[in-house]
Antibody, heavy 121, light 111 residues
């Protein structure tokens, strides 16, 4: 069973970028599909994209594909999500979540604790 | 942008049975992709509650059950308990969006 530990809270200025990390332990890194999901304050869940470290390349939701970059580092068993051109609408908790295996229709079985990103001038 | 529609809220008294609906479209539930359900307690990350339409992960009480029919799905909670007060989300793959879509979310209140 994999455990996901995410990086700490971030405060960013509008127009800047943020890069979040998600470190996996307790499982075999390359046997998972990693996804990023965000949740704005008081709002629902929104899927952003993901990556299968074994295969690459990353895949993105249409709403984010112009400004999100998801990468994986096998050497540290970590996945990263960088979001650029931030606005106040990007203020949200960002979750890393994994699928057992490589089927992108399967459920998000394991979740990180979430990282709060606040965008404010 | 959510494309699975759920009622904003559902409430029930302890011990009662409640259901939460999830309405989709031809590109997700209508295409027979599996529906998954998540429970999100206040201040916590979502937790997988039901997967593959009807299956419970280990540790999830059998008070929770899932079903689906055509372009809709439902989550039922029988013997409602105070600890079930949470937000619930359905989720499926969408062939047009080429990724996951979530429901709008339902807040369950235990009276």
């Amino acid at each position: 069973q994999v455990q996901l530990v995410q990086s700490g809270a971030e405060l960013k200025k509008p127009g800047s970028s943020v890069k979040l990390s998600c470190k996996a332990s307790g499982g075999t890194f390359k046997t998972y599909t990693f996804n990023w999901v965000r949740q704005a304050p008081g709002q629902g869940l929104e899927w952003m994209g993901g990556i299968i470290p074994l295969f690459g390349p990353p895949f993105y939701a249409q709403d984010f594909q112009d400004r999100v970059t998801i990468t994986a580092d096998d050497s540290t068993s970590a996945v990263y999500m960088e979001l650029s051109s931030l606005t106040s609408d990007d203020t949200a908790v960002y979750y890393c979540a994994t699928v057992d295996g490589y089927n992108r229709e399967d459920p998000l079985r394991y979740w990180g604790q979430g990282t709060l990103v606040t965008v404010s001038s | 942008q959510s494309v699975l529609m759920q009622p904003p809220s559902v409430s029930g008294a302890p011990g009662q049975r409640i259901t939460i609906s999830c309405a989709g479209y031809s590109s997700n539930l209508g295409a027979l992709y599996d529906v998954h359900w998540y429970q999100q307690l206040p201040g916590a990350a979502p937790k997988l509650l039901i997967f593959g339409n009807t299956n419970r992960p280990s540790g999830v009480p059998d008070r929770f059950s899932g079903s689906r029919s055509g372009t809709s799905a439902s989550l039922a909670i029988t013997g409602l308990q105070a600890e079930d007060a949470a937000d619930y989300y359905c989720q499926a793959h969408d062939s047009l969006l080429k990724g996951y879509v979530f429901g709008t979310g339902t807040r369950v209140t235990v009276l």
